[in-house]
């Protein structure tokens, strides 16, 4: 269902706990298959308690972005012209701009940017007028010992020792983002007084209780190790945790939060005070059983998950998400179409983003929630994986090393890389007729270049202990594995390996 020139469509906004507007100011035809025709969207400067009045309709006017760098820009967007599932026709009236937009979004205005005009508004008007004569300054200053332009709005690796250290912060009165690599008290009185800063990420703070009650921040990143208690601000909105969680840790939040989104790797650990949680980020998945998220968090309207690539387990269970609206997964397996709920135990969903998954499931999910599409649903399904990727990508024992310890990225990719290399190599030798002497000649070939190239790697880095050395060996071992069945389906009885040879082979020329 596509809308009409003019048409002004409400949604209800729950930062503002309001209902906000937008206009469709154009219609525009192209010659994509998937999205035929696009809508320009604008966002209105309007909120109200109710849908608006007649009066209220005519009266309504574009908004002005001019918070932060903002300088009374319009947010005006083509996007995909479907009709949200929540979004309210409100009216019509002839567009409020005739101009085309410049540029495209992926969905929906909301009232993202009013909100955050309407806090914007709310700082004192000598402390905007400040920042917005400041990030025109690209005067050089110096801020803890380092050089930056008096309009930096970002500062990483900030590892105050002292008040004194924190004070220099005034000098920056653009800055929106602070990056610190320690603690200090004053902090939390600086971000007290200087309301322009949303966003701070802090570890090695060595802190059992973090008290942000009193700042203006919307966005919080926090090594959690040993902390037992976070206090929120109502504002905030992002939340996102690292290090190793305590059972006993406690989130003070807004509603028990409702308005929240949390971020956090691998598994979501049982948290207290945030049973009431909206929304919720998993990264790094290896492996994941989704009925343990749906029992700690009932009241979820936003699931996102994504896999190192991983396996998921209980996906059947969303359907008990009774307030879910958007669920995406990326480089997630293990499940199968059937198991994916039908539009109908998902009542309330309305985008459903799954990329990287079984080709069979996306199969089954892009079927059975294609009618669905085309009313409420923003269906995206991409990356169908047939069982040949997962092997060389879900299964590769390299994947674990990204982010080990002692492990920088390039080893760790050219490992994946090589174990993906080395198994094509044997599904094209399986699939090739060859004389046994000939086989084991390339056999013996093959261990040795793969054994050289981890003594390559490990001459660079010296990250190889002992289990990076089992791990290496297990590879080996499945690879002839694999090749060995697969020659005995291919060609029955026709070689057997001479594995203690290429173990000699793997022994003799190794360098770790």
Known sequence: MFPSIGDIYCIYDDQMQQYTACQVTALKA??????????????????????????????????FRNFYFWNDILEHNYVKADIPELYILAGNRLPLITEEPRSYDT??????????????????ESRRALFKQAARDHEGIIVGGSEMRRNTSTIRNFTPTSAEDVATLETLPCLTHIEMNTYHDAIISFLQENPFVYELHIKNHGQRELNFSQT?????????????????????????????????????????????????????????????????????????????????????SQLRLWGKPGTISGIHSIQHLTSLQMFSTNDLFGFDGDQFPSPEQLPELHTLWMNSLPAEAAKSIKTRYKKVAETRID????????????????NNPFRDWDGREQIKAVPAKKAAQLYKQSLKRIRELSQRTVQADTLSEYLISFTHEYTQMFNQMDAKSEFIETMEREEINAALVDLLDQLEEQLETNQPGSFKINREQLYEVFDRTKDF
């Not at 009013?114 to 806090?119: D, G, N, P, V, W």
């Not at 790797?265 to 980020?281: F, N």
């Not at 990727?389 to 879900?394: D, P, S, T, V, Y």
Request: with cysteine; charged share 25%.
């Open 107 to 124: 969905g929906w205005l909301a009232g993202e940017s009013l909100y955050r005009q309407r806090q914007w508004d709310q700082i004192a």
């Open 379 to 394: 269906l995206d399904i991409t990356q169908p994986r047939k069982p040949e990727w997962l092997a060389e990508n879900l």
């Open 216 to 300: 203006q921040l919307t966005r919080l990143v926090v090594d959690a190790s040993g902390v037992e208690q976070i206090v929120l601000n109502d504002r905030m909105d992002f939340l996102s945790l690292t290090g190793e969680i305590s059972p006993s840790l406690h989130i003070d939040a807004a509603a028990e939060g409702e308005r929240l989104t949390l971020c956090i790797a691998e598994s979501l650990p049982e948290i207290r005070g945030i049973s009431r949680l909206g929304s919720l980020q998993l990264y790094k998945i290896a492996e994941l059983n989704i009925e343990s998220v749906v029992q700690t968090s009932p009241e979820l």
């Open 30 to 63: 192209t010659d994509d298959k998937k999205t035929r025709t696009l809508a320009a969207i604008l966002q209105l400067d309007w909120s109200g308690d109710q849908l608006p009045t007649e009066s209220e309709l005519d009266a309504m006017k574009p908004l």
